[in-house]
C-alpha cells in the first residue's frame, strides 16, 4: 500500500517566519502535487512537480521534488496570515489513474 | 476553461435513508473522476474513481456505490446511510495520464459537499 506522510501534522508560527512542510513516501511516484484547502472548500492546486531534484517556486512557495521521486518539501518565505490553511501533498503513481493523499499540514500564522 | 460542480453543497439525513451526491464537469471531455472522503482537518480517502463511461473501480469496501452514466457525469449513492457515513465528500477530475499528447498530472477539486447523517 502506498502511504504518503506529512509532517509536522500542526504548525503555528508568527507572521514573517519561514517554515518547510515535509511529505515522504517509501514508493516512487511520476508526479507529486501540492495544494492548500480552507475550511469547507475543496483543495486548490498549488503546484505539480514531475521531474526528480524538480524546483518550482510560486511567490514565496518553493517546492522541491526529491531526486528519487519519493519525497517532496515545501517551503514558504516570511509567512502571512493569508498562509493559514491545510497544506496537503499527493502522488500519482506511474501507470495509474490515482492519486495518494499525504496526511496534511494544518498550518496557521498569527498577524 | 474546466469548471467543476457539486451539489448539494450541504446535506443532513437520517440513518437508513437514502443518498445521492452528483458532480458535472464542464470544458473538458474524457475526464478522470473521483470521489474522495475527507475526515475533519486531514487528508483525502479516494473511494471511486472512473476513466470513462460505466467503468467505475471502488478503491474501499463501504456502503457507497458510483455511476457515470454520462462522460462529464458522476454521481455518489448509498441504499441506506449509517452514521459512519457523515464526512466532507470532493469530486475530482484530472485530465488522465495523456491529454492532448502530453502529460497531465493536474487533478481539479469541486467544491465539496458537507453531508451529516443523523
Known amino acids: 500500500t502506498q502511504l504518503l506522510e506529512q509532517s509536522p501534522q500542526f504548525l503555528s508560527i508568527q507572521e514573517g517566519e519561514n517554515l518547510t512542510v515535509y511529505c515522504n513516501s517509501s514508493?516512487?511516484?511520476?508526479?507529486l502535487q501540492w495544494y492548500r484547502q480552507e475550511p469547507g472548500e475543496g483543495p486548490v492546486l498549488l503546484v505539480t512537480?514531475?521531474?526528480?531534484?524538480e524546483v518550482k517556486k510560486l511567490k514565496r512557495l518553493t517546492f522541491q521534488f526529491g531526486d528519487a521521486r519519493k519525497d517532496s518539501s515545501l517551503h514558504i518565505t516570511a509567512a502571512q496570515p493569508g498562509d493559514t490553511g491545510l497544506y496537503l501533498c499527493?502522488?500519482?503513481?506511474?501507470?495509474?489513474?490515482?492519486?495518494?493523499f499525504g496526511t496534511g499540514t494544518r498550518l496557521k500564522v498569527l498577524a | 476553461s474546466q469548471t467543476i460542480h457539486q451539489w448539494p453543497a450541504t446535506l443532513v439525513q437520517p440513518v437508513g435513508s437514502p443518498l445521492s451526491l452528483e458532480c458535472t464537469v464542464e470544458?473538458?471531455?474524457?475526464?478522470?473522476l473521483y470521489w474522495y472522503r475527507q475526515a475533519a482537518g486531514r487528508g483525502l480517502q479516494l473511494l471511486f474513481y472512473?476513466?470513462?463511461?460505466?467503468?467505475i473501480s471502488s478503491e474501499v469496501p463501504q456502503n457507497l456505490s458510483a455511476s457515470r452514466p454520462q462522460d462529464r457525469q458522476f454521481i455518489l449513492s448509498s441504499k441506506k446511510l449509517l452514521l459512519s457515513d457523515s464526512g466532507f465528500y470532493l469530486c475530482?477530475?484530472?485530465?488522465?495520464?495523456?491529454?492532448?499528447?502530453?502529460?497531465?498530472?493536474?487533478?481539479?477539486f469541486g467544491p465539496g459537499t458537507r453531508l451529516t447523517v443523523t
Open positions: 512537480v514531475v521531474t526528480g531534484g
Open positions: 470544458g473538458t471531455s474524457n475526464p478522470n
Open positions: 499527493a502522488g500519482a503513481a506511474s501507470g495509474t489513474y490515482k492519486y495518494i
Open positions: 475530482a477530475w484530472s485530465g488522465g495520464l495523456w491529454t492532448s499528447g502530453s502529460v497531465s498530472y493536474e487533478q481539479y
Open positions: 514508493s516512487v511516484f511520476s508526479s
Open positions: 472512473s476513466v470513462g463511461i460505466g467503468q
